[in-house]
């Protein structure tokens, strides 16, 4: 920070609020579940509607289950200056329902609290509000091995890729990007999908498309709230 301004730090020394850079704010939380689609589709709205122009950011934690829990189809509800809420999808019928836990959060706060301090910027900004606590990056996959392929009953080629993951309680995994398609051989580019396997301890990237690359590098990012 400038040699003016408030900066708090915790016991480890890591900012934890400062008077120039807005930290990653959890604006919403709660609890995503089936609502249509057979259980398979999940539309859920956050509590409070996120003010940024950038989508936020949206992270999940599926209930443990025995059987594999998939996440497809990943969408932002909303535009620009009010995004409120998102959907998801379980990868097959053989997978579970979409049953979870959920976060949404910016790189800026929002008026939540009651009661309470925030902290705004040079240029009005706000960067902090005692209602909206931070979340912390944990840690990031990208080294995944290539499992197999086979063909879907369209004849699409799917191709397989694990990493080896336990998946604690307090942690919960970026799903922005498990949205988007990514580059393929062909002019169709390639579907992604992602399952956990929490007996195997083991997460899945599935890639589909007519003309699908081996080579896979998407990163699986993960965070936690702050207690």
């Not at 730090?9 to 604006?27: K, P, Q, Y």
């Not at 086979?150 to 694990?162: A, H, V």
């Amino acid at each position: 920070m400038a040699g003016y301004g408030l900066q708090f730090t915790n016991n480890s020394n890591v900012v934890t609020i400062d008077s120039e850079f807005a930290r990653l704010m959890v604006i919403a939380s709660g609890r995503y579940a089936p609502t249509e689609e057979g259980g398979m589709g999940s539309t859920t709205y956050f509590a409070t509607p996120v003010t940024s122009q950038e989508p936020p950011l949206v992270f999940v934690r599926p209930d443990n289950s025995a059987l594999i829990a998939g996440l497809s189809n990943v969408r932002l509800i909303g535009s620009a200056g009010n995004w409120v809420g998102f959907y998801i999808r379980t990868y097959s019928s053989a997978t579970a329902q979409p049953n979870g836990r959920y976060f949404v959060a910016a790189f800026a706060a929002q008026a939540v609290a009651q009661y309470g301090m925030r902290l705004w910027d040079g240029a009005g900004k706000m960067l902090f509000d005692s209602g909206t606590p931070n979340a912390t990056f944990t840690r990031a996959f990208q080294n995944w091995t290539y499992v197999k392929s086979d063909q879907d009953d369209q004849g699409l080629y799917r191709n397989y890729y694990s990493v080896p993951f336990s998946f604690p309680q307090n942690e919960f995994m970026l799903i922005n990007n498990f949205g988007m398609t990514m580059v393929s051989g062909g002019t169709i580019p390639r579907q992604l999908y992602c399952t956990w396997d929490f007996v195997g301890g083991t997460l899945y990237a599935v890639t589909v498309a007519a003309n699908n690359p081996y080579a896979f590098f998407l990163p699986a990012l993960f965070a936690k709230m702050s207690a």
